[in-house]
Each structure stands twice: as structure tokens, then as C-alpha cells.
């Protein structure tokens, strides 16, 4: 079943228009299952799972789904570990549409979620209520001199290509760009450039609509505790509808660099060097597998005109290695941008990527803890635990450049390290074994981050309760509290991380 609400029947039929608000086989897609005796009417499959039957939802522009299949749709995530069936599935057609479900929702007390990419990988997305795909939004506004307006569910690929025709380009881009810009601004968003912070850090305004169901826009100097609450702070606030993020002028070339290593200290020593000298516009870590075990990748890359190449024996100097020695790669920006997305559709085409089961490991670690850390646990891992389609990577990021409170990352040095192992199965497929056995794997190396100041980046499988979401926020968590029952009093949004 669908729904725009009682009211939107005679708009439709009057207008008879391509507004996308037009209700198609409304009453034939309703599944009935049964009659309640008690309540003297026929009962969906949705009512008989458990759910409520939203027959009085006020009218709406877009669509409300109840039928079966689109509700399985978004049933799971990219992790394919958790899944949570939810009872109706919103494709907004206005912002409007969100406020007033979450009214609607909140009065019934129903439990609400957001969909971006569903690029989480435990189940913090899900939902057995009511799951609002944001793609349906996904308008770019306006792209300025130095930000862009634009809609939650735009894809960061393409702010991308549409920044790009005017010489500009986000600072910060994740490396797989196919993900929504509200999807990343609610944990976080973390690129290979190590000074420019978090995607959430080049966040100028937000429209958002609250868990009381009000739009609110905020900022650093309007309703800026409810902003910060936003920034990183996965949901558990308002749902993000919309977004000025800022802009930098883009170079039109990008040369990378590739220096690999069989040991962890002179990785880290030459990792350390290129940071120091803060003149590449990224460095950062990946592993490659050879043989039965896994090299050491120093990667790294300098933004370009063509009229003015980069001298690569200046930029790679002090090294444990001559310059000559690294694998130098040009291209294009774009190409650079999207290399990633390319590798990832070859992916989903040779090993059925979608369907692996993806329990990924990510943590934060300081200057101090990075390097034993690793040269423990790398030498350690198996096959099982990258898997055919994972990989590993090394993410160092300036501290004083992730300004936003809510992204939880270790104090006290001025570098911070985001580490991620991100596992895939070996076949795709639901496999419980195998997530038990990285899900218990994966609680065990962070319990051995946090004795030494780690902090979960929470894009991860990990389980996670109360507690741990308490020491996880620290000194914060009192302030994160009382966000919470400002802005969402009843405690309907974004239930998957269990924080609340």
C-alpha cells in the first residue's frame, strides 16, 4: 500500500500533472493477511507483523510505501549482518513531507531512521518503524564561489562533477564518493587530506528537521548546539534535509605517489616525514597483499596544474627511500576523485560485492598508540580477515583541523589516526558464522584501543551498549544527553546505534 495521505487523492487527479506526488495502485498494492474479529476489519501484512497501520497520515507530496517489497529493500545494509524490516517507507517529496511524518510519528509512537547509501555496516541505519529514504530529496540549489546548497540526499559524486564545472571541488571527498552528503554529515566524513578536517568541518548551515518535528536551520553562530548535535552526531537529534558546505577551487591535475615497505617502523617513520612537511595535499596508509603476507603502501598525492608539474625529489625528500623509487601516477582530477567508485563497481560486477557480508573494523587512534598498534595486529591477521574484496587503510588526520565535538577522537597529540579494517566475506550471501566470529574479533581489538585512548569511528560492526556509548562521548556525554531530550523528547530518531 501507498500513501499520500486522504486529502491528496483530489489534488492529484486535479492537477493530473508529472508532480512525482501522484499516487499509482494505491488500494491494489494493499496486502490483506486476515480480519480482526475485535476491530471489525481486514488486516494488512504489515499490521500483522507488528506495525501500525498508518491509515490516518495527513497528506503528503510524496509517497508513504507499506507494500512488502519496497519495505525489504530497506531491510539491511551494506554490513548484511542486521536486519530490521521497517513498517513503511517514506520517499519525501518536501521537506514538509519529514515533519510531518515525524509528528505523525512521534504522536503514535513510532520510531523513525534515515536512509542515505545505507552504507553503514551494523544495522545503525535500520529501523522497524517508520525508514526515510532521503535520495528522494536531492536537489543541488546553488553552487556559489566558495559553497553549495544543496539537498541531503545529493550524492557527493555528484556535488562533485557540478562543483567541478566551475572550477571548484569539496575540500574533503571520501574516498568512495557515492555516498549522500546527509548520510556522511551524520558521522563524520573523513578523506585522504590530512588538514582540512572532516566533511563536517566545511559545514556553513543545515536545515533540519527535529525529533518534536519542527525545520530549524542552524549554524556555528544560529542554534549552534543543535548544529553541533548534528555534525557527526548519527541522527540522534533531527533528521538532515539540507546543506550549505563549502567549496575550494579545484586544480585540474593529481599526481599520486606509491612507496612501499616490509616493516612498520620505517613506514611510520616516512609517514611521519611526509606529515611534517605538510606540503602534499594527502598521505596516507594502505596494505597490499603478496604472497602470505601484507606490504605497506605510503600513499600520497599532490593537486596540479599542468603548467606547473610537482617536483617530486623536493616533496618526497628525507625519505628512507629516493624519490625514484615511488610509483608515480597522473591523472586527471576527476579521475582521481572517482577512483575508488570505479573500483567499486568492478567489484560489485566480480564478486557479487553487495551481497558480501561486510564486518567492518574502524578506529581512532592517537600519535602515541598508532604504530605499536599496528605492528601488533597486522602481522596477526589472516586471509578471513581482509577477505577477497577488503582492504586496509591508514587515514592521518591534523587534530586541531576536526573542529566538530561530536566526532569522537582521541585528545593529546596533534595527529590523530583513523585505522580501518574493512572485511568482506569470502561469498556473498548471509553467513552468521563468520559475523560472529569478526563481530567478537573485532569488539576484542577495540577493547585493546580504547586501554590505550581509542575511540570507535562509528561507520564499523561493532557492539556497542549504553555504557560504551557513555565512555565513548566522555565528558561529553552529560551535554549529548540533554541535546537529545531538547530535540527529541520522545526518543523516536535513529534507534539502530542503541545510544539512548
Not at 495527513?58 to 536486519?83: C, F, K, V, W, Y
Not at 513510532?110 to 529501523?127: E, N, P
Not at 522497524?128 to 557527493?156: F, M, P, Q
Amino acid at each position: 500500500m501507498e500513501h499520500t495521505g486522504r486529502h491528496a487523492w483530489r489534488t492529484a487527479e486535479a492537477k493530473c500533472s508529472s508532480r512525482r506526488t501522484l499516487l499509482t495502485g494505491a488500494v491494489a498494492s494493499a496486502m490483506v493477511v486476515g480480519f480482526d474479529s475485535l476491530g471489525g476489519r481486514w488486516v494488512s501484512a504489515a499490521e500483522a507483523a507488528g506495525c501500525p497501520s498508518f491509515d490516518d497520515v495527513p497528506p503528503l507530496d510524496g509517497m508513504l510505501h507499506l507494500d512488502s517489497a519496497t519495505r525489504q529493500e530497506d531491510a539491511a545494509d551494506n554490513g548484511n549482518i542486521i536486519e530490521r524490516m521497517p513498517c513503511a517507507v517514506l520517499r519525501p517529496g518536501s521537506v514538509a513531507d519529514i515533519a510531518k511524518m515525524i509528528r505523525y510519528c512521534r504522536a503514535h509512537g513510532i520510531k523513525v531512521a534515515t536512509r542515505g547509501q545505507a552504507h553503514s555496516t551494523y544495522g545503525q541505519g535500520l529501523v522497524n518503524g517508520l525508514l526515510i529514504e532521503n535520495r528522494s530529496l536531492s536537489t543541488i540549489h546553488s553552487i556559489g564561489a566558495d559553497s553549495a546548497d544543496v539537498d541531503a540526499g545529493v550524492l557527493w559524486q555528484e556535488l562533485l562533477l557540478a562543483a567541478y564545472e566551475h572550477g571548484l571541488t569539496p575540500p574533503v571527498l571520501t574516498r568512495y564518493t557515492g555516498l549522500s552528503v546527509g548520510g556522511t554529515l551524520s558521522v563524520g566524513g573523513i578523506g585522504v587530506r590530512n588538514a582540512h578536517g572532516a566533511q563536517i568541518d566545511q559545514v556553513r548551515e543545515l536545515e533540519v528537521v527535529t525529533g518534536d518535528g519542527r525545520v530549524q536551520r542552524c549554524s556555528q553562530r544560529r542554534k549552534s548546539q543543535l548544529f553541533e548535535a548534528m555534525l557527526g552526531g548519527l541522527g540522534q537529534c533531527g533528521v538532515i534535509t539540507r546543506a550549505r558546505v563549502g567549496l575550494v577551487p579545484a586544480k585540474p591535475m593529481a599526481r599520486s605517489y606509491v612507496l612501499s615497505y616490509s616493516d612498520n617502523t620505517t613506514f611510520f617513520r616516512d609517514m611521519r616525514t611526509l606529515l611534517s612537511w605538510g606540503e602534499l595535499d594527502g598521505v596516507f596508509g594502505l596494505w597490499a597483499p603478496q604472497a602470505t603476507s601484507l606490504v605497506y603502501q605510503l600513499n600520497a598525492v599532490a593537486f596540479f596544474d599542468p603548467s606547473a608539474p610537482p617536483d617530486n625529489d623536493y616533496l618526497l625528500r628525507g625519505l628512507s627511500q629516493p624519490p625514484i623509487t615511488a610509483v608515480t601516477t597522473d591523472a586527471g582530477y576527476l579521475d582521481w576523485a572517482q577512483q575508488v567508485d570505479r573500483m567499486l563497481a568492478q567489484a560489485r560486477l566480480a564478486l557479487n560485492w553487495d551481497e558480501l557480508v561486510k564486518p567492518w573494523f574502524a578506529v581512532w587512534l592517537d600519535d602515541h598508540a598508532i604504530e605499536h598498534y599496528v605492528s601488533d595486529l597486522v602481522p596477526s591477521l589472516t586471509a578471513a580477515d581482509v577477505g577477497p574484496g577488503g582492504q586496509l587503510m591508514l587515514l592521518p588526520q591534523r587534530r586541531s583541523s576536526l573542529t566538530q565535538p561530536f566526532l569522537r577522537v582521541p585528545a593529546g597529540t596533534p595527529w590523530v589516526y583513523l585505522f580501518n579494517v574493512l572485511t568482506t566475506s569470502a561469498q556473498p550471501g548471509p553467513d552468521p558464522a563468520f559475523a560472529d566470529t569478526m563481530l567478537a574479533r573485532n569488539r576484542r581489538w577495540f577493547d585493546q584501543a580504547r586501554d590505550v585512548g581509542g575511540t570507535q569511528y562509528p561507520i564499523g560492526s561493532l557492539e556497542f551498549d549504553h555504557a560504551d556509548w557513555a565512555a565513548q562521548y566522555g565528558d561529553l556525554w552529560p551535554r549529548f544527553r540533554r541535546r537529545k531530550r531538547r530535540h527529541d523528547p520522545d526518543r523516536i530518531l535513529t534507534p539502530g546505534p542503541g545510544i539512548f
